[in-house]
């Protein structure tokens, strides 16, 4: 079956660096997202992996590696307003995308 | 980066009346738009994906009879959600891909929902 894990809360402190993962499995792959979701916002897009390594765009990284099934979302000097919830999917051979259920990142003073 | 426009942002209506929910692309031709519900702290749930000028194909256990998608142009997809019930209260989200580069997919602002 088709599966993306990542973990349902992380908390970090204002001007820190966090790291979410996700683990993936899908049926063929075409990518993975990064989306990010404020409460009762829709979500906004963050980045796209489909070669294996880092990629980097300001303050937000993500990274991937397809033998492994693993990716992550690096999240550096974090501000209040980093506080949402972070999405990963993963596009099939469909290019359907395969969501997890979001990591909530609290980020306190 | 590519617009696509979602309204009514926020709709209450009273039970088993219908409401519509429009996704317009603004600035790119959309061949392929998805719906999906979320509820509070839960993630995306696609309900359907529609194909311009075709029906939409819909995900199990979502009743195509209730939740009607209508993809008549390559801009604008709306979603019709029949004599509505509570438990049909929800955040509804479309997002529409310019074509099969898997990036080019982008979300609307999303509707809330309510009914009385």
């Known amino acids: 079956g088709q599966n993306i894990d990542q973990p349902t809360e992380m908390t970090a402190t204002e001007g820190a660096i966090v790291q979410i993962n996700c683990t993936y499995q899908?049926?063929?792959?075409?990518?993975l997202f990064w989306y990010q979701q404020h409460a009762g916002e829709a979500p906004t897009f963050l980045s796209y992996?489909?070669l294996d390594g880092l990629e980097e765009k300001g303050r937000f990284s993500s990274f991937l590696s397809r033998s492994k099934g693993y990716s992550y979302l690096l999240l550096k000097e974090l501000q209040m307003k980093d506080s949402a919830s972070y999405l990963c999917?993963?596009?099939?051979?469909?290019?359907?995308?395969?969501w997890g259920a979001g990591t909530k990142l609290i980020i306190k003073p | 980066g590519a617009v696509v426009s979602q309204h009514p942002s926020r709709v209450i209506c009273k039970s088993g009346t219908s409401v519509k929910i429009e996704c317009r692309s603004l600035d790119f031709q959309a061949t392929t738009m998805f719906w999906y519900r979320q509820f509070p702290k839960q993630s995306l749930m696609l309900m359907a994906t529609?194909?311009?000028?075709?029906?939409?194909?819909?995900e199990q256990g979502v009743e195509k009879d209730k939740f009607l998608i209508n993809h008549a142009s390559l801009t604008l997809s709306t979603l019709t959600v029949t004599s509505a019930h509570p438990e049909d209260s929800s955040f509804y989200i479309c997002?529409?891909?310019?074509?099969?580069?898997?990036?080019?997919?982008?979300f609307g602002s999303g509707t809330q929902l309510s009914v009385l």
């Open positions: 899908t049926s063929g792959f075409n990518g």
């Open positions: 529609s194909n311009e000028g075709s029906k939409a194909t819909y």
């Open positions: 992996n489909v």
């Open positions: 999917a993963g596009l099939d051979s469909n290019y359907q995308l395969i």
């Open positions: 997002s529409a891909r310019a074509g099969s580069e898997s990036e080019k997919l982008f």
